[in-house]
């Protein structure tokens, strides 16, 4: 029963704070808000047995994601008076899209009811060893390949971030 | 085997050449083209008389798609092969006075032309002959892209877009014919013959269409001719003379080969709406003509006249207006590189083409005066003209389709004598004026070029039958095929 | 001889080689030696094959020389017909050719184009005896259009002169649009009989009922281009133009042979005609209105050449009647004789105009009596020869037509006497303005009088000769003559026989010929009175005529009305053809395209805002869409 | 005790559809770049939270370690593309994605 | 399998090289590398057995789509050695290329939706960074930007369609997923299809088919000549064949559902690719709009789901490639020689370098696809597939679109050819004539003997 209300309770957060992350005039107040909105989801984590996941989740995203993103906004000084603003009738038709999107997603999103588990429910998925396992012998591969990727991340913020020699 | 050779002789020529430098250039390319027609006659003489197809060669090109390089010559092919390889070393000869900038360049593409041409002529598959087909386009827009006249970009432009849309309808023609031959799908033409004649009359009618607009933009038939009088204004004579007295062939001859026999019932759906459309443009092109006062710009409307009493022929289906289109073919080939040739030839002298500005030059050139009424009495088709074996045997086949018809086609006979002879008139008649008083007699080249295309149109005007002669197997056979099952 | 038939027209068409080729080297008298020669040759042949064919049996022998054009079932060889009708054309032909090629070396003589001339005469002979011989329709058809082609280059000799050009032009023209009704009609005798030679069509023919529609059309359709090349009615302007040429040329051409095609080719076909009433009662109508029409033209005109020129119309309408009632003989007799005097006619005003130094105006001849005696008195016996005096050659042709007419049908013969009564006084208008009074030209031209050369003088006197007795071939036996052109022509035209019966009594013939007679001899008289007694000059320019004078005078306005009527609409389609379809419609349509693809994509391109915002508003709206699609 | 099996999986869908949509309507509201940016990972996180609640209905491990990919994705994503942010704001001196429209048309 | 494996270490191995310092010898050594991956590659040929744990799978399909991919890189690398000169950062560039294309063998070869994932996100952030790699020049930063935000736009899209389909499916697998569909015929979940959707639409983004290819033109404007080759010509075949490996294969049982969508979108692409490169005054950009319309060429065989479709997007990819690395190698010479990429800065080339207006023309016939080049004989294939499975429309449609194509590739021959321009010749240096020289033997080569491309399948 618990649970229910607090599924109610997280989710109305998230949704209020991801609200928040898009409506507040300083993008500081942005972040923040983004943060909360991670942590919520965090708890919605921790409400479908992915602890490990949800811990994951706050230390990359919470911890090192946002952090970048404020040092950023600090780095370039945005706030209220530097914050760039679309002309009203831009805005409604953005809410009127993005309206539109949620409907049509909405409706196209029916029939979950009809999937069905194949395998008995097991509570302990979320756990560090299961997913190691599965991250270690399925997707060895993948979790190899992703080392590429971070390369090129790591490379290209370099590369791009240090002033070019003239 | 001499097929192949006949196909690639020019290329390799054409490679050749470029890289030569100078002025030998034009005695190379001279040369490359009288070996190539040595070479045709001997083709002519190892033919036998009969329908089957010669000199057959058959080699594997794209096996998985059932394309192969497949060549070879019947009756109908030779006499086309033949007219090919003795225009072009004309033509050369033709353009030896006007020194054209870049000539190894120039003549390399017209044999490479030549060599699409033959290849038009002689492929056996289906899909060959649309590569060749689209091959023959390159080096004359090339040609008169860097050699023509004023304002040429978007005129020759104009022409290349226009012929690419009418081939790619054709090339979905070909597309759906081959997905109708049954097994292994080929592009073989007999196995495209078998596949549109099994379809029935309403595909065949798409198929009609679809190949139909190729040739009719090609031709040009009317109302898909406007392209052709600018092109032909616009574009140095020599490619004026690939365009009319070859390229324009490849039309008729697809008409033949490519139509006649694939979708016989396309032609009784929509052959007729073709044969009005083609005898409509024949007086609408005469009286164009008429209006004239450009004399190339005349004699390209007069052509599209001929064109569209050689399609109606064709499309009557019978044995006069096939062997009538063939020779017509040939003369009509001849009399306009002639009567282009003497555009070109007063253009160097005087500068002018226009006739009013014109008059009087048979005063000072009576020689060329009196070649210049030879091919032009072939053109208005005089008996014992090449024009008028042609041109009779037309107006018989169409006259067996429709009496009517041909009764009005054969105004052309009227108007042609009216716009030809009134040309003549303001171009040679009168007293010479100041443009045509300095008018230089003609070059030894000239004459000679002249003479041979004058022998031709009387020779073939009093002995047509060697010609007929060698269609007449082949045509027959066509309509056998061709003839309703 | 038959078997050397193919010499006849060889031998001018190797002088035309050689004239045409080194004409320009050759001296005048080499090649008028050459042109007259090789057209003396044929004449020999053609007397001796005449000779052999009376003599012969068997009346007609074809010689194929080889196999011209064959398609499918259609085949047609190049092959000869010799038989009376064509033995006598050739004879005609380089008889009266030859004759005229003597006169002209002394005509011409100072023309720097003497040579050209030959060349072509001979050509001209050379397509007028393929005309003649040919043993089918195709090979006359080349002859027709060959002819055709001389003429032309004949009218337009002197081609410095425009208007000679365009006279030329209108011939060559007017002749076309006979030619395809003549191409059309072989067409359909190839379609109906599957061949175009005599013999079989002939043969063939004769299966078909009488008036059946296809002979009909075919006949009528080959009148087409007996219409054109015979210069009947509508297509007759262009003769009187053609006078343009060296009056041995319309001596030639526009009088003794070209013109007459028309009724060669329809003769040679009798038996097709034969079986198509309709078309008889056609050519016989369009005939009788031809001769009227063009003697009424004849009385007021002032050129001598003109003048001429229209009686040749007229003449040929005689023909056209004479064919038109069935009497083929007569029609080809009148032929003959009409080549002789009409011949005669021209090479005298020929040497008329060569005395009086290119004048042609009647108006300012007069009196030439004593300069010319010759040429006088021939041209008096050649204008009783056309006027149908008794006795003269004119007479007896004249008279069978009329009396064939008077038997198919009143009317006509009334036409065919009035066209005589007009005949006689405009001839002896033109005689007597020119010969009788006295001189009304201007000095210089008096003292340059002289008699022509004798090169000319002679075939003058020949023609005359022959336009007096040329008659005797065909005397009818009403008067006691036995008509040997009658039955040596016999197996060409016996197939048509049955169709003229001869009912006329000897005394209606006489009636008729005595009418005839007195017609003539009255309107001679009046000419006489007018002209010779009270002196009456035709109106100069400048003074004004009556209205049905000056509408006579003005030919009709014919020309004028064809030119408001066929030459400037033509000339105005085709302007309107070129200027508005072709370049506004029907290139309008092509170029359109391009046009709109340009437009197009000048506004679609700025679809690219280059706002990143804008471009994931479209994104997102297609993904809804997209979406939208799903869910329905 | 697990919520997925109280609350239905409907839920988390439309939950998650919510999240994904609120952070395509910033993508389109905002013309500050870094906050576009933020929304796009709201839509990522968005897109992991319904993985995880796949994951655990199918009581399926794969769904979960999947989302550990797209964070390593998001964190790659995110470097690079402050990266370029500061890059552009170096030469324009601002972070308001209309300031780069030179290209079009 | 060996080639990602040379790929990554190749690509290791350069960012050593600024530790090591042996730059000079960096280029190359990374020719003969990619020569190398390229021969090895050959050498996974039927061994169609090793999947490595279900993640990828060596089919021909992906041999195939790798050596094209070599070869590409191999003369993309001829082309742009300037590339790697006149930058600081050599070595960064050289690993971003190698990993992107490391990338790029992922994508032509993956079998599970996290490889896909991971495939396209490697590729994608290494080309956000190389299209902003002028970093003081404006245009290259918009570009960058533009590509950015967009791209992380389309990838959520992507993402939740993979989220949707496990969720439906319980299974990142494509064997397993079509197991699926056909196992559960009539009873797949909506969300299913709600996936599918969503993939489709992430996909086309980075095949940027219309009306997802907004990104494109700025894009590829912006970007450093070179980059833009590299994206048109590689990551759009890469694009292609995971497009290709997803939606002809995995989901060819559920076609019903995307068919007419992908049939709206060729035909949007078609148009609006080559209607609106007509009035481009750019060169650059006019490519860049003509390789949207080659895109939508290749939906066309996407779009007939039969045994043609795959070696008809193979050859296309192959001949247009080619085509497209010789012509913006030469919009590069003719770029730096003249100093913009205006249509008219080619006014004179046929007289000033024959040689170079020459194979020019040869490119463009061949992108035009005229005969006897490698892009007639591509466009063939592609109409034939299409042909055959019926879709007469959308072919009429390409047929137009590509008379339409004809007509701006054309304006180069003529400014070429037709216009006066300056006479004085540009230099070609060697490594970019042996590039045009090849690419122009290949184009005709592939023109005249298209068939040992085709029978690969």
Known sequence: MITTYLFYFLSFLAIMFALMVVFSKNPVHSVLYLVLTFFTIAGHYVLLNAQFLAAVHIIVYAGAIMVLFLFVIMLLNLNKETEPHKGVWLKASAAVASGLLLVVLVGSLKGAETIVATNAFNPNIGLIENLGKTLFTDFLLPFEVASILLIVAMVGAVMLGKRSIK | MITILLIFFPLIAALMLLLVKGEQVKKIALGAAIIEFAISIFALIQFQHNADVQFEANLPWINSLGISFHVGMDGISLLLVLLTTFLVPVIILTSFQNNYKNPSLFYALVLSMQMALIGVFVSLDGFLFYVFWELALIPIYFICLLWGGENRAQITFKFFVYTLAGSLLMLLGLIYLYQHTEGTHSFNMAALYKAGQGLDAVHQGYVFVAMFMAFAIKMPVFPFHTWQPDTYTVSPTTGTMLLSGIMLK???????????????????????????????????????????????????????????????????????????????????????????????????????????????????????????????????????????????????????????????????????????????????????????????????????????????????????????????????????????? | ????????????????????????????????????????????????????????????????????????????????????????????????????????????????????????????????????????????????????????????????????????????????????????????????????????????????????????????????????????????????????????????????TMVTAGIYMIARSNILFTLAPLSMEIIAMVGACTLLFAATIGLAQNDIKKVLAYSTVSQLGYMFLALGVGAYTGAVFHVMTHAFFKALLFLGAGSVIHAMSGEQDIRHMGGLKKYLPITQLTFLLGTLAIVGFPGFSGFFSKDEILAHAYEHNKLLWVFGVLGAAMTTFYMFRLYFLTFKGDFRGTKDQLHHLHESPKNMTIPLMVLAALSVVGGLVGIPEVLGGTHFLEEFLKPVFEDSSFRLIHHLSHETEYILMGVAVTVMTVSLYYAYTVYVKNKTLPADESQELKPLHKLVYKKYLIDELYDNAITQPLNFISGGLHKVIDNQLVDGIVNGVGTVVNWTSSKVRLVQTGNIGFYIFVMVISIVLILFTSIM | MSAIEIVPLNWYLLLSTVLFTIGVLGVLFRRNAIIIFMSVELMLNAVNLLLVAFSSYLSDSKGQVFVFFIMAVAAAEVAVGLAILMMVYRNTKSSDINILNKLKW | MKALILLSSLGVITLLAEIFSFKKLLYPFVLLGLAATFVVNLFDWNLTQNTFFGMMQYDHFAVGFTSVILIIAFLWFLMSDSFFREETSVTDHFALVIFALAGTVIMVSYTNMTMLFLGIEILSISMYILAGSKKDDLNSNESAFKYLIMGAFATGFLLFGIALIYGATGSFDLAEIKIFITSHEGTVPAIFYAGVLLMLIGLAFKVSAAPFHFWAPDVYQGAPTVITAFMATIVKTAAFAAFLRLFANTFAGVTDTWINIVWVMAALTLLVGNITAVMQTSTKRMLAYSSVAHAGYMLLALLAVNNLSTSAVLFYATAYSIGSIGTFCILHIITTAKGNDNVDSFNGLGKSNPKLALIMTIVLLSLAGIPPTAGFFAKYFIFTAAFQSGFTGIVLIAIIASLIGVYYYFRIIIAMYFKEGSDEAITVQTSHKILLIAVAIATIALGLFPDFIIRMF
């Open chain 2, 250 to 485: 490849m039309g008729t001859y697809g008409l033949i080969r490519w139509i006649l026999p694939v979708v016989p019932l396309g032609v009784v759906t929509w052959g007729h709406t073709a044969i009005v459309l083609s005898v409509i443009g024949i007086v609408y092109a005469s009286c164009i003509a008429i209006a004239q006062k450009d004399f190339k710009r005349l004699i390209a409307y007069s052509s599209i006249a001929h064109v569209g009493l050689i399609a109606a022929g064709i499309l009557a289906v019978n044995v006069q207006g096939l062997q009538g289109a063939m020779v017509q073919m040939l003369s009509h080939g001849v009399n306009v590189v002639g009567l282009f040739f003497i555009v070109d030839i007063i253009q160097q002298r005087t500068g002018k083409r226009d006739l009013g500005s014109l008059g009087g030059i048979r005063n000072v050139s009576p020689q060329f005066a009196v070649l210049f009424l030879i091919v032009l009495l072939g053109s208005v088709a005089l008996p014992l003209t090449n024009g008028f074996i042609g041109e009779f045997l037309l107006l018989n086949g169409l006259y067996q389709y429709s009496a009517g018809l041909t009764a009005f086609a054969g105004l052309s006979v009227i108007l042609g004598a009216v716009y030809m002879l009134r040309s003549y008139q303001s171009i040679m008649l009168g007293e010479v004026n100041n443009v045509t008083a300095s008018f230089a007699p003609l070059t030894g080249n000239e004459k000679t070029v002249l003479v041979i295309l004058c022998a031709a149109i009387i020779v073939f005007g009093v002995f047509p039958k060697p010609l007929l002669d060698i269609a007449e197997p082949a045509v027959a056979r066509l309509i056998e095929i061709a003839k309703i099952k």
């Open chain 3, 1 to 256: 001889m038959i078997k050397l038939v193919y010499l006849v027209p060889l031998l001018p068409l190797i002088g035309f080689l050689i004239i045409g080729l080194f004409g320009k080297k050759l001296s005048k008298g080499l090649v008028s030696v050459v042109g007259c020669g090789s057209v003396l040759g044929a004449f020999a042949v053609s007397l001796g094959i005449f000779f052999e064919l009376t003599g012969k049996v068997e009346k007609s022998v074809t010689i194929d020389l080889f196999s011209w054009i064959t398609a499918g079932k259609l085949s047609i060889p190049f092959s000869f017909l010799v038989d009376p009708l064509s033995s006598l054309f050739l004879l005609i032909i380089t008889g009266i050719g030859f004759l005229i090629h003597l006169y002209s070396t002394g005509y011409m003589s100072h023309d720097e184009g003497f040579s050209r001339f030959f060349a072509y005469l001979n050509l001209f002979i050379f397509f007028m005896l393929l005309l003649v011989l040919g043993s089918n329709y195709l090979i006359m058809f080349v002859g027709w259009e060959g002819v055709g082609l001389c003429s032309y280059l004949l009218i337009g000799f002197w081609f410095k002169n425009t208007a000679y050009n365009n006279a030329a032009k209108k011939a060559f023209i007017m002749n076309r649009i006979g030619d395809l009704g003549f191409l059309l009609g072989i067409i359909l005798i190839f379609v109906t009989f599957g061949s175009t030679s005599y013999h079989e069509v002939f043969l063939m023919a004769k299966n078909f009922t009488s008036g059946a529609p296809v002979l009909t059309a075919i006949t009528l359709l080959l009148f087409v281009g007996a219409i054109g090349k015979s210069a009947q009615l509508p297509l007759y302007t262009w003769l009187p133009d053609a006078m343009a040429g060296p009056t041995p040329v319309s001596a030639l051409i526009h009088a003794a």
